[in-house]
């Protein structure tokens, strides 16, 4: 059975560093790309980022350098950091699983983080 | 970037009538490959979103044949006829073509 669980803090203070894990079950990290999208509250979707299963990342310039993502295939997770966290980092944070090309076919139910001054 | 453009931002229908999305995007939506990575997903209420379409109108497992999906290059359109209860909720446009992938804005399908 194919799950995909995101696990973080509720509350990140202004300015500090953002750690979420996605961990999954029901396939490997190495054959599935895992992806990473926001939700601020009561607005749209927005594309983060990549782990491609080879072990590459992609990242969207919008957050320039203060976005990164690992994973540990052992353990069966993938990891998202960002710094600098702002107030308008407040959203639910999804990982969403891709084979080559395809589509997002599962996702995590998601983690809601507010970011607070 | 490439930007989706959805029409309209949100939809009134009463149950049983056709509803009809549309998702013009900047850039041609045709990758390299020859294929279009255009895709539509579904967020209903506190829910996280799901697939619906790929490729533009291939429908995903388990999707009802109520939600067809067409257009090429910049111009797609997702059709639902027949609407009922279960897809009401936010529908967005996804491109996986062009680097960095983006959504657009949504368009919330509401009973009248």
């Known amino acids: 059975q194919v799950q995909l669980k995101e696990t973080g803090p509720d509350l990140v203070q202004l300015t500090q560093t953002l750690s979420i894990t996605c961990t999954v079950s029901?396939?490997?990290?190495?054959?599935?790309?895992v992806h990473w999208v926001r939700q601020p509250p009561g607005k749209g979707l927005e594309w983060m980022g990549a782990?491609?299963?080879?072990?590459?990342?992609d990242y969207n310039s919008a957050f320039k350098s203060r976005l990164s993502i690992s994973r540990d295939t052992s353990k069966s997770q993938v990891f998202l950091k960002m710094n600098s966290l702002q107030t308008d980092d407040t959203a639910k944070y999804f990982c969403?699983?891709?084979?080559?090309?395809?589509?997002?076919?599962?996702w995590g139910q998601g983690v809601m983080v507010t970011v607070s001054s | 970037d490439v930007v989706l453009t959805q029409t309209p931002v949100s939809l009134s229908v009463t149950l049983g009538d056709q509803a009809s999305i549309s998702c013009r995007s900047s850039?041609?939506?045709?990758?390299?490959?020859?294929?279009?990575?255009l895709e539509w997903y579904l967020q209903k209420p506190g829910q996280s979103p799901q697939l619906l379409i790929y490729?533009?109108?291939n429908r995903f497992s388990g999707v009802p044949d109520r939600f067809i999906g067409s257009g090429s290059g910049t111009d797609f359109t997702l059709k639902i006829s027949r609407v009922e209860p279960e897809d009401l909720g936010v529908y967005y446009c996804?491109?996986?073509?062009?680097?960095?992938?983006?959504f657009g804005a949504g368009t919330k399908l509401e009973l009248k």
């Open positions: 969403a699983r891709q084979r080559y090309n395809s589509p997002f076919d599962y």
């Open positions: 029901g396939f490997s990290l190495t054959t599935y790309n």
């Open positions: 782990m491609w299963n080879g072990g590459g990342t």
């Open positions: 850039q041609s939506l045709e990758y390299s490959d020859g294929y279009t990575y």
């Open positions: 490729e533009v109108s």
């Open positions: 996804f491109q996986a073509t062009h680097d960095p992938y983006t």
